[in-house]
């Protein structure tokens, strides 16, 4: 598929299990964005890839919260001791480009996390 | 401490009518305006733009208006369409090299046939 593509779609976990979220960018896009998006909120920011650099992870709520981009393409977001406070749908976006801010991000379809 | 703000959670608007939609931000450092569309279950998808050198930017039914003094940014859709029904959440863009966004809380726009 030409789009941003995540997996699982949706996920339960029981509190205190870890989780792990997967995203597949657009094939060559350098940017690689994760959001969180709590029930009726706007998207908030959680980390940003530049190829397989991580450059800004000031959005992590905790130190329970991980990402990875290892080979600059595939990023997964790792949530450990998931708690109900979790529960949130997480985006991933990409865009073609490194540093630029004028570049569209496009998102994937999302995964829902309901911690119970 | 919310930089973005959208004020109305939801609008209904009359099929053919002008929908319009708001947002207000407190930080001066936002230099690129962006709102997305939002359908249930999907990503959101990119509407229409502008930069803070600008304060229109139109594209067919689409036109956002920004008034920077006011720290004010609205999306204006006319005429509605059924199809235009979904959530809008504007976007703000500024004190990154790389794009990170801010967005507001979202609005859910009903168009009524």
């Known amino acids: 598929g030409a789009g941003v593509s995540q997996s699982p779609r949706y996920k339960v976990a029981k509190r205190g299990q870890d989780v792990a979220l997967r995203c597949d960018p657009i094939?060559?896009?350098?940017?690689l964005f994760w959001y969180q998006q709590a029930l009726g909120q706007g998207p908030e920011f959680l980390t940003y890839?530049?190829?397989?650099?991580?450059?800004?992870k000031s959005g992590l709520p905790s130190d329970r919260f991980f990402a990875e981009r290892p080979e600059g393409s595939v990023s997964t977001l790792k949530i450990q001791r998931t708690q109900q406070e979790d529960s949130a749908v997480y985006l991933c976006?990409?865009?073609?480009?490194?540093?630029?801010?004028?570049?569209?991000?496009?998102f994937g379809p999302g995964t829902r996390l309901t911690v119970l | 401490d919310q930089q973005v703000k959208q004020n109305s959670p939801s609008l209904s608007v009359q099929e053919g009518r002008i929908s319009i939609l708001n947002c207000d931000y407190t930080?001066?450092?936002?230099?690129?305006f962006l709102w997305y569309k939002k359908y249930p279950a999907e990503g959101p998808t990119f509407l229409i733009s502008?930069?803070?050198?600008?304060d229109k930017n139109e594209d067919g039914r689409f036109t956002v208006f920004l008034n920077k003094s006011a720290k004010h940014l609205s999306l204006h859709i006319v005429p509605s369409q059924p199809g235009d029904s979904a959530v809008y959440f504007c976007?703000?863009?500024?004190?990154?090299?790389?794009?990170?966004?801010?967005f507001g809380q979202g609005t859910i726009l009903t168009v009524h046939p």
């Open positions: 976006a990409s865009s073609l480009y490194g540093l630029s801010s004028y570049n569209e991000q496009f």
């Open positions: 094939s060559g896009h350098v940017s």
């Open positions: 890839f530049q190829n397989e650099a991580q450059l800004d």
């Open positions: 930080n001066s450092m936002f230099d690129y």
């Open positions: 502008i930069s803070s050198i600008k």
């Open positions: 976007a703000l863009n500024g004190g990154t090299s790389y794009g990170k966004l801010t």
